[in-house]
């Protein structure tokens, strides 16, 4: 049976173009306008420890990037060494692109946008371009890689062939079909069904199968900035989504927990007003509607989540 790795060009591109470059921080004084250089905020912060105050400076960010040669050689590598832990006879580059219907979704707080201040490698676009150009990577129209890396798993055993999806983005363990996460697994491995939760040793919640996925649609995902609930103002972590989910051995028993939770945080008619400003009025399963779209990766195109149908095949009350 043919095998096909799915790779996130997204994390091969940044990860290659980040390694390439030197960062460091120009720290100027406010008042006597005396410049240091430091490696990172931390260290200048160590330094001027019991001396100044952190706001009487201007800090700027400095990058250096290296040849780019070397980081597309690395990407090459990248790609040749996924292809070799994966026995995969071709490969598949997917890529992000400029539209993503997750940016649209009506939240508090507008997906993903804690990224917004983050500083993005030098040789990005031209790590992207080289991917699109030279290993004729698909770019995503509509929605993120992810989802159609969720779609060539998905896919798979529909067409014969065993696609395994490469990437080290956590989304991907609450998706059905073969994973190979290079920085934690020694090789692919299949996932398939309610899957499992669990807390590692720094209480940090880690899981694979539809038990992910409902984790996710609980307790959200500081990484991509959507928490169930924010609008609550209550507070709910990893801790107590193992609590409320660790215990489930059935579909229902999960998704009627995540609708207890939500409804205790939702009794009734919610209004607020989102990230654009626009207020809202919505109730616990419109809200479990728009955090569902978050955290599900589409497997096919119209593979749109709803929360009604769903409490309805599996025979909860609403």
Known sequence: MKRIVCIDGDIVAYRCAAANESRSIKVTHKVTNQTTDH??????????????????????????????????????????ALCNSCEADEYEIYLSGKTNFRDNLPLPSKYKSNRAETIRPLQLKECREYLTDHHNAYLSDGQE???????R??????????????TQDKDANGCEGWLYNWAKMDKPILIKGLGEIHLDDKK?????????????????????????CEISGKKFGDVGCFKLLGHCKTDKECVEAVY?????????????????GKAQV???????????????MRRFPGDVFDTKALLTKLQIAF
């Open 204 to 228: 940090e919640l880690r899981g694979v199968g539809r038990l992910w996925f409902y984790a996710q649609w609980i307790k959200g995902d500081a990484v991509d900035c959507f928490k169930p």
């Open 260 to 276: 207890k939770q939500y409804l205790t945080w939702y009794p009734g008619v919610v209004e607020y007003n989102d990230w654009t």
């Open 39 to 80: 490696a990172h905020r931390t260290a200048f912060k160590e330094h001027i420890k019991g001396l100044f105050s952190a706001d009487e400076f201007d800090i700027e960010d400095v990058q250096k990037a290296g040849d780019i040669e070397f980081a597309l050689n690395a990407m090459k590598t990248t790609i040749n």
């Open 145 to 151: 890689a992810d989802d159609d890396l969720a779609q």
């Open 153 to 166: 798993a998905y896919e798979g055993p529909k067409q014969g062939t065993v696609n395994i999806v490469a």
């Open 282 to 296: 919505t109730d616990a399963i419109g809200l479990m509607d728009m955090y569902a779209a978050c955290c599900h």
